[in-house]
């Protein structure tokens, strides 16, 4: 509706179609062609909004009444769906998505095999099958995977550059030590790699090619533990948590540890290197116990002054803050390095208990929200 329109009609049309058929009356602007279709994909979804409010639709498209009525034959999910990606751009088509399935609880667009294959892989999509982890089976199940699979990849190779930039230069110092000296000559590689220069009549190997061992320097490795709340809120969250976990277990002299929790704690470490497999065992819902799920994750600490630990959560502690305040001010008095983050995802929108972040401040927990190159590079100047 920002565009310029020099026809009065054309006006009306677009005005008729952002307010719905209940404006028909007051407009009386016939909508033919193409824009009727956008009007019958467009009411399919959010007609719901008046329904939802009592409202009852009446002749074509007026308010309440008796009788029948002219309208077109009511569209059903798949169809509305073929029609909607016809009509609209992929932008447009991801919201209408994204609102028929949060907003108006579609639960068609994701238990129903042939109605999935159809829609558009994306974020959202992707949180709101693992809301429905548990519902999901046989085909369902399958193309769930294979949507999870591709925004996985998509996500992966978006972050891994970036986070991958974030540390370099700075791992290079765990890489083994080459020395070149005599100490560190292997002789028995040494000959073998010049023989194809050995003089037979003086009997003399001409060494042009010297072979060294090479001097393993040894570092202490970082451990990087990402505690994750995979209550329903925090569902973007646990997506990108899951990928840049595989990322930085990717790194050299890095131990990356991944645990999620709601009221319950579940360590997923053996699986940190897959996320997609991490994100199908997610089961979203439930209450939040952090105390609990720190608590576990200080028995993951070896060397507390060479711990960073990442906790991802809205806050909202569904326990007495007691143990979890205490856990962390036992975690900063030990050198854990604690950083808290109100959400994980590119576009850094929190929405979080802010009296408990405080607290959680005042405990010796840094608090923010952070996109996954922003965490990153913290990671990575903390870890020197």
Same mark, same amino acid.
């Not at 049309?13 to 719905?20: E, F, V």
């Not at 972050?159 to 700075?170: D, H, M, N, V, Y």
């Given at each position: 509706?920002?565009d /310029?329109?020099?026809?009065?009609?054309?006006?009306l049309?677009?005005?008729?179609?952002?307010?719905?058929?209940? +404006?028909?009356?007051?407009?009386?602007?016939p909508l033919? !062609?193409?824009q009727?279709?956008?009007?019958?994909?467009?009411?399919?979804?959010?007609?719901?909004?008046?329904a939802?409010?009592?409202?009852?639709r009446?002749?074509? #498209?007026?308010?309440?009444?008796?009788?029948?009525? =002219?309208?077109?034959?009511?569209?059903?999910?798949p169809?509305?769906?073929a029609?909607?990606?016809?009509?609209?751009?992929r932008?447009?088509? &991801?919201?209408?998505?994204?609102?028929?399935?949060?907003?108006?609880?579609?639960?068609?667009l994701?238990?129903d095999?042939?109605?999935?294959t159809?829609?558009?892989?994306?974020?959202a999509?992707?949180?709101?099958?693992?809301?429905?982890? #548990?519902?999901? !089976?046989?085909?369902?199940?399958?193309?769930?995977?294979?949507i999870?699979h591709?925004?996985?990849?998509?996500?992966t190779?978006?972050?891994?550059?970036?986070?991958?930039?974030a540390?370099?230069?700075?791992?290079?110092?765990?890489?083994q030590?080459?020395?070149?000296?005599?100490?560190?000559?292997?002789w028995?590689?040494?000959?073998?790699?010049n =023989?194809?220069?050995?003089?037979?009549?003086?009997?003399? $190997?001409?060494?042009?090619?010297?072979?060294?061992?090479?001097?393993v320097?040894?570092?202490?490795?970082?451990?990087?533990?990402? *505690?994750?709340?995979?209550s329903?809120?925090?569902?973007?969250?646990?997506?990108?948590?899951?990928?840049?976990?595989?990322?930085?277990s990717?790194l050299?002299?890095?131990?990356?540890?991944?645990?999620?929790f709601?009221?319950?704690?579940?360590?997923?470490?053996?699986?940190v290197?897959?996320?997609l497999?991490?994100? @199908?065992?997610?089961?979203?819902?439930? !209450?939040?116990?952090?105390?609990?799920?720190?608590?576990? *994750?200080?028995g993951l600490?070896?060397?507390?002054?060479?711990?960073?630990?990442v906790?991802?959560?809205?806050?909202? &502690? #569904?326990a007495s803050?007691?143990?979890? @305040?205490?856990?962390?001010?036992?975690?900063?008095?030990? !050198?854990?390095? $604690?950083?808290?983050?109100?959400?994980?995802?590119?576009?850094s929108?929190? /929405?979080?208990?802010?009296?408990?972040? &405080?607290? $959680?401040? +005042?405990?010796?927990?840094?608090?923010?929200?952070?996109t996954?190159?922003?965490?990153?590079?913290? @990671?990575a100047?903390?870890?020197?």
């Amino acid at each position: 509706m920002t565009d /310029f329109v020099s026809d009065p009609r054309e006006a009306l049309a677009r005005w008729r179609l952002l307010l719905g058929r209940y +404006a028909q009356e007051r407009l009386e602007t016939p909508l033919r !062609g193409e824009q009727a279709r956008v009007d019958r994909a467009l009411d399919f979804l959010y007609g719901r909004e008046h329904a939802g409010r009592g409202v009852r639709r009446g002749r074509s #498209g007026g308010a309440a009444g008796r009788g029948g009525t =002219l309208d077109p034959t009511q569209l059903d999910v798949p169809e509305w769906l073929a029609e909607v990606r016809r009509l609209f751009p992929r932008p447009v088509l &991801e919201v209408l998505e994204r609102d028929a399935l949060q907003r108006y609880d579609l639960q068609e667009l994701v238990t129903d095999p042939e109605t999935l294959t159809r829609l558009e892989p994306n974020l959202a999509l992707v949180q709101t099958l693992m809301s429905f982890r #548990g519902r999901l !089976g046989g085909r369902v199940l399958d193309e769930a995977r294979r949507i999870i699979h591709q925004v996985v990849d998509e996500l992966t190779r978006r972050l891994e550059q970036e986070i991958r930039r974030a540390f370099s230069g700075r791992i290079d110092r765990f890489r083994q030590s080459r020395l070149k000296v005599a100490q560190n000559l292997d002789w028995r590689r040494t000959v073998r790699a010049n =023989l194809r220069h050995w003089d037979p009549e003086t009997r003399r $190997l001409a060494v042009r090619d010297l072979r060294f061992f090479a001097r393993v320097r040894r570092h202490i490795p970082w451990t990087i533990v990402l *505690c994750v709340d995979q209550s329903g809120s925090m569902a973007g969250s646990v997506v990108y948590s899951a990928v840049v976990a595989a990322i930085l277990s990717r790194l050299p002299a890095v131990s990356v540890r991944l645990v999620l929790f709601d009221t319950s704690v579940v360590d997923v470490s053996d699986r940190v290197d897959d996320p997609l497999e991490v994100l @199908l065992g997610v089961q979203l819902g439930g !209450g939040t116990d952090i105390g609990r799920a720190l608590r576990y *994750c200080e028995g993951l600490v070896d060397n507390p002054r060479r711990t960073v630990l990442v906790l991802i959560s809205d806050f909202d &502690e #569904g326990a007495s803050p007691r143990v979890l @305040l205490a856990t962390v001010r036992r975690l900063a008095e030990a !050198g854990v390095m $604690l950083r808290g983050l109100a959400g994980l995802d590119e576009e850094s929108t929190p /929405f979080y208990d802010r009296r408990m972040a &405080e607290r $959680l401040v +005042a405990h010796g927990m840094e608090v923010a929200a952070a996109t996954p190159g922003e965490l990153a590079r913290w @990671l990575a100047s903390t870890i020197r």
